[in-house]
């Protein structure tokens, strides 16, 4: 597949999936394009997927660190987009699929958000405490750069469940050589530096938006899609028994099936 300047950024890219409706769909941090695989195999009949792997993950080139990560991840989306689409977005994908769903709602048929990490909606609440506590130990080995152990703690609160050390040595190594690219989020997701909690800029988001969430993700989660969901005009929440954080690649049977009632009301 190929790999192409995209928004000043060398990018690999992939679709997936052969269907006659055209979709963007937008992975999570420390992931890569193929996250979308099971998705895209039960939608093979419906969906045609572009996804792409972020600057500094997958095959795409390291980020340059410079711009805002979040929304230079949304220009590198709308750069695939010369037509409608049904837009799809996990964890920090869905951050930036949300910025770009207001940049472009012409362009946005539905949208599909997965845990949108936009941790900004759930500051003020005890989810938001709970949520800095979970993470103190992941906090505390990346500033003293214990890398590994950062890797480990982000994988346990944040990962599939599989435990760190049954993972393989290559996913190890992945997540520790991207181990920081979580922080670049910090200020579209905690600062909301895309202006998504402004006043009037969720209600005026007119498309059909579906979020979705894992019945045994953090409760910061379930606090920010609940703030999300209140100010969005046209939306369905459902939740995945069994799932966490990670669960269009755990239970991608149950997400794409949640996407297709989406694309339903598109």
């Excluded at 949300?98 to 003020?124: D, H, K, S």
Aim: net charge negative; with cysteine; hydrophobic share 45%.
């Amino acid at each position: 597949m190929p790999k192409d300047l995209r928004a000043g950024q060398e990018i690999y890219w992939q679709v997936l999936g052969e269907g006659p409706r055209r979709a963007v769909a937008i992975h999570c941090s420390l992931a890569h394009s193929g996250a979308w695989k099971g998705v895209a195999e039960e939608l093979r009949g419906t969906l045609a997927i572009t996804a792409f792997d972020l600057p500094g993950h997958g095959q795409s080139a390291d980020w340059d660190g410079r711009g805002d990560f979040v929304t230079l991840t949304a220009q590198i989306a709308a750069s695939f987009m010369d037509g409608p689409v049904d837009l799809i977005g996990h964890s920090v994908g869905g951050v930036a699929a949300l910025q770009l769903a207001f940049a472009v709602p012409e362009m946005v048929r539905t949208l599909t958000l997965i845990e949108p990490v936009l941790f900004a909606a759930a500051r003020g609440f005890p989810e938001w405490d709970e949520h800095l506590a979970e993470m103190a130990a992941y906090q505390r080995a990346l500033e003293t750069g214990d890398r590994s152990a950062a890797a480990r703690e982000f994988t346990r609160v944040w990962g599939t469940g599989v435990e760190w050390e049954s993972l393989s040595p290559r996913s190890r190594s992945y997540t520790e050589e991207r181990i920081h690219l979580i922080s670049a989020g910090n200020p579209a997701n905690v600062d909301d530096a895309g202006g998504i909690l402004q006043p009037g800029a969720l209600e005026s988001l007119s498309v059909p938006v579906m979020l979705i969430r894992g019945e045994n993700s953090p409760s910061i989660i379930w606090r920010i899609s609940e703030e999300i969901a209140a100010r969005l005009p046209d939306v369905g929440v459902a939740d995945v028994q069994g799932a966490g954080h990670m669960l269009p690649i755990t239970h991608p049977s149950q997400v794409a099936g949640l996407i297709e009632v989406n694309l339903s009301r598109g």
